[in-house]
């Protein structure tokens, strides 16, 4: 499967911030932060289905990771995107435990520059989506209702609306390619 | 496998990715996509534009601005999310009185109808106000034959608040290889909250 070019990128910034360690590399933490904000963002949004749950875990992570860097407690700095997939899944699970408490990122963290901000989310205009949502079909707009308001697999969505989970995944993907058409937002 | 404009990307297809998203994955399939993303460009783009599509029709449902028919599990879905929702129920041949109020954030109709056998279902609605006519048919609209009943959500923000009093009708009709069958027609008359 090819991979389309962070590695190495983010790999020739861990090194940067290691080999700098107390003496800190802020350019290179900077840029290694907001490009790897987005990932675990989105990691965060998929497993806590909660933007203010995902974007503490961006911090969580991210300051941890550059904390380590820093401190050359990484071992494989070229591997650092798995480094990073790895404590997202440490930090959910303690997330859901409720071993994660989010007074305790502010204490360690409170202070932390504007150097690591991360960037915006891609939003979409509510308006026009709300347009582009009342032109699909009424069982197309049903299905991605149900799908994304309730976040339901299709097998569940399926079962609330009469119909068999493959035909709920062909309607999806259907709608969610007219969506994607109407926003102008289809495949890069 | 999809392949990107530019020839070099071969990366999951976009309903893997949404399938990933919404936990249809099995456990290891899930892992390798994670996996894949932390290394991806292409594919974070891709799903950033799946999560804000996600989230715009969170906000859309909870902000009024969508008309659908949906489940009893939508319903108590948006009751679960907070939503303070004004429900109303009606018969064949019923009439019901109702508004939308300030503190309302969605109005459900509860419509019941004999739907045991039924294939596909349309909804054909008739908007009296203001000496004005429309009319509107929403066809093949999604239903639970075992129900006995849609969930009508009409659009509280962008619509239902702006209009003034007024008679909505709306007939449900099965339609059949013969042609249509009339399973009910149901009177809301509407006044501003």
């Known amino acids: 499967m090819h991979r389309e070019g962070l590695g190495l990128e983010d790999a020739e910034l861990a090194r940067r911030i290691a080999a700098a360690g107390e003496r800190i590399d802020a350019e290179a933490e900077s840029q290694l932060y907001r490009r790897l904000a987005p990932r675990v963002r989105l990691y965060g949004l998929r497993h806590l289905r909660d933007p203010h749950a995902a974007h503490d875990l961006v911090q969580q992570v991210l300051l941890t990771t550059l904390e380590r860097l820093r401190a050359g407690k990484v071992r494989e700095p070229e591997r650092i995107a798995s480094y990073v997939l790895g404590m997202c899944r440490m930090t959910v699970l303690e997330i859901r435990r409720g071993a994660w408490r989010r007074e305790t990122l502010l204490e360690t963290y409170g202070d932390t520059p504007e150097a690591v901000e991360a960037p915006e989310p891609l939003a979409l205009d509510a308006e026009k989506l709300a347009g582009c949502l009342e032109a699909l079909a009424e069982r197309e707009r049903s299905v991605v209702m149900l799908t994304f308001f309730s976040d339901k697999p299709a097998d569940a969505v399926g079962a609330e609306l009469g119909l068999a989970a493959g035909n709920v995944r062909v309607i999806r993907h259907r709608a969610l390619g007219k969506l994607r058409e109407c926003m102008g937002v289809g495949e890069p | ?193």
């Open chain 2, 1 to 193: 496998m999809s392949q990107a404009a530019n020839g070099k990307h071969a990366g999951p297809e976009f309903e893997t990715l949404v399938a990933w998203w919404l936990g249809e994955l099995p456990a290891a399939e899930a892992e390798g996509i994670e996996e894949h993303l932390f290394a991806c460009a292409h594919c974070t783009r891709r799903l950033e534009v799946l999560a804000a599509l996600g989230l715009g029709i969170r906000a859309a449902v909870s902000g009024g601005m969508l008309h659908a028919m949906i489940s009893k599990g939508f319903l108590e879905t948006m009751r679960a999310q907070g939503l303070r929702v004004r429900e109303y129920q009606v018969e064949p041949g019923g009439r019901v009185e109702c508004t939308i109020k300030a503190e309302d954030d969605a109005v459900v109709s509860r419509v019941r109808a004999p739907l045991a056998g039924v294939k596909r279902l349309d909804a054909l609605w008739r908007i009296e106000a203001g000496g004005r006519v429309e009319e509107l048919r929403l066809e093949d609209v999604p239903f639970d034959p075992a129900a006995g009943e849609v969930f009508s959500l009409p659009m509280a923000a962008t619509h239902l608040r702006k209009m003034p009093a007024h008679t909505a009708t709306m007939r449900l009709v099965a339609v059949e290889e013969k042609g249509e069958r009339e399973l009910g027609e149901y009177v809301f008359a509407h006044t501003p909250g």
